[in-house]
């Protein structure tokens, strides 16, 4: 799985106008089955799912959106092309009869300071897998825990009651950083972790095995190397997943 904040709103400092060009070029180099993406507009989407579509020409390919919300006006954050800003998923699935659903939405604690409205996003496949992301606040710690608090303690054992049980795995950029003491508390007992060394992270329930992680360079196209996790799927659900090592 891949990892990448895109920085593509072209409102921040780092705004290239590459990114997602650049994100082309490494899904096609390292093929994932799962991308996770933050610091997007929603028009990447359908960008970058053409091109993860080439990749894995079998099965279906399965793509997701959430706007960040924006606190003065109440509706969407925007990026500078007007589009809406936020976070985005692309998997594929092993069969074209796979059955999935997306859940979203906007955790309910936020930094007031910050007019962007932090959001979460999960692709439940056929109860074989939870891939989710989010993108948690920059400015307070304390926020970004509670906001992890919530996706982790309250929205996944929503989502398993409704849907049933599933191996489950989270990226993003946690906006904690790799070495404080309190990143452990974004992960709570049930769950494995791996970073990037810096706001990068992915969490893993333990019936899925992180094999292997390493940085992908964006050439400066964005501020955030891209995050490469290798995992497998252990037990019964292994065989059902269209997930495989992607390292």
Request: hydrophobic share 35%; aromatic share 4%.
């Amino acid at each position: 799985m891949l990892q990448m904040n895109l920085c593509n709103s072209g409102r921040a400092g780092c705004y290239t106008g590459r990114s997602v060009a650049r994100a082309a070029e490494v899904i096609n180099a390292e093929r994932p089955d799962l991308v996770t993406l933050n610091e997007i507009c929603q028009d990447d989407v359908p960008a970058l799912r053409r091109v993860f579509a080439e990749v894995h020409t079998g099965g279906k390919v399965v793509s997701a959106f959430q706007a960040a919300g924006d606190r003065p006006s109440g509706a969407d954050t925007r990026c500078r092309n007007g589009k809406s800003y936020g976070i985005g998923l692309l998997t594929r699935l092993s069969a074209p009869d796979t059955r999935h659903t997306v859940h979203s939405g906007i955790h309910p604690t936020q930094d007031v300071a910050d007019p962007e409205e932090r959001a979460w996003l999960c692709v439940h496949v056929d109860s074989t897998l939870h891939a989710c992301t989010t993108h948690l606040a920059a400015t307070s710690r304390t926020v970004a825990l509670a906001q992890c608090g919530h996706l982790l303690d309250g929205i996944l054992p929503a989502i398993r009651r409704s849907t049933g049980y599933a191996p489950t795995v989270l990226a993003g950029d946690l906006n904690l950083r790799a070495g404080d003491p309190d990143v452990r508390a974004c992960a709570p007992p049930g769950y494995l972790r791996v970073d990037d060394g810096a706001l990068q992270h992915v969490l893993a329930s333990t019936d899925i095995t992180l094999r292997r992680t390493r940085t992908v360079l964006m050439d400066g196209a964005t501020d955030h190397a891209a995050l490469l996790t290798t995992l497998t799927i252990d037990g019964p659900y292994q065989s059902l997943t269209g997930v495989r090592a992607a390292g």
